[in-house]
């Protein structure tokens, strides 16, 4: 499922050490379903996201229904710049990728992980990264939870799978993760499997709450908060400082929005002492 299945070659441990900066306090995530199953100037939308992506540089980036033709965009304008890895295998036509930047404080430690759930009927997986930020041990996942309504249980055992990895990461090895994607999700989903656990906080809450940064989808009439950033802070350490909403601004001259989804832009930042968040 690695990275020749994603036509990226492998790094070695040399440089890992040479991509990584001196060390940053913080670093950033971008978590954005970039809507390329729709091909109203999909590739004019996908050059957009890409010149968001150089602007403002993030660490790490969750795509979601990245589709051939947008993944060849993404490859040529941001390949450069970005380690990008995807499932390989599979057999959906569209699907989600991870990318981490090169040179970032946040640096690939090991192969990235891919895990299909058992009971899909859409080809959804779970996409998982181990990285090292500052000394620190973190775990970037992502996903597109299953979508249609009927599927909603579906979409709340890959949820709960979700955070059960999250919780065994703290419990056995006390190492943070990161979780986010286009989740599907309803609130009534979440308070029927009890919510996240202890150890997972929900970065748009906890950041707080801002009802201008809520609602993701749809763009045209956003009513539903279905794109989420989740993390658990294993030592208490980890905190998000800004969770922000992109993609609000419409393409001149094209009259269209980059997606049907906004993005969400966060920042995280290592603590010195635990924070109680």
């Not at 040179?103 to 859409?122: A, C, K, L």
């Not at 993760?177 to 989740?183: A, H, N, W």
């Not at 809520?214 to 802070?233: A, C, G, L, N, Q």
Request: hydrophobic share 35%.
């Amino acid at each position: 499922f690695f990275l020749k299945r994603c036509g990226v070659r492998p790094y070695s441990m040399g440089q890992k050490q040479s991509m990584q900066e001196s060390e940053s306090k913080g670093f950033s995530l971008l978590c954005w379903n970039i809507f390329g199953l729709d091909s109203t100037y999909v590739a004019e939308r996908t050059h957009a996201i890409c010149e968001f992506v150089h602007d403002k540089k993030p660490d790490v980036v969750f795509f979601q229904e990245v589709v051939r033709s947008t993944w060849d965009i993404l490859a040529g304008e941001l390949g450069k710049d970005y380690l990008m890895y995807r499932n390989g295998s599979v057999k959906s036509h569209y699907y989600h990728n991870l990318m981490v930047r090169k040179g970032s404080s946040v640096v690939p430690v090991e192969d990235i992980t891919v895990e299909p759930f058992t009971g899909t009927g859409q080809g959804r997986h779970l996409l998982r990264i181990k990285t090292a930020f500052n000394g620190t041990r973190v775990n970037f996942m992502t996903s597109h939870l299953e979508s249609l309504p009927t599927d909603r249980d579906e979409r709340k055992a890959q949820l709960k799978r979700c955070f059960a990895i999250m919780r065994d990461l703290d419990k056995t090895s006390s190492e943070t993760s990161v979780f986010g994607g286009d989740l599907n999700l309803a609130e009534s989903e979440l308070a029927e499997i009890g919510g996240p656990p202890r150890i997972v906080r929900d970065a748009w809450e906890v950041c707080g709450s801002d009802a201008n940064n809520e609602f993701t989808w749809h763009t045209s009439h956003p009513t539903k908060r279905i794109d989420r950033v989740y993390y658990s802070p294993s030592n208490g350490r980890l905190q998000p400082v800004s969770f922000e909403l992109v993609g609000k601004d419409v393409l001149a001259p094209y009259g269209v929005l980059p997606s049907d989804h906004f993005g969400a832009l966060v920042t995280f930042e290592i603590k010195r002492e635990p924070v109680n968040n």
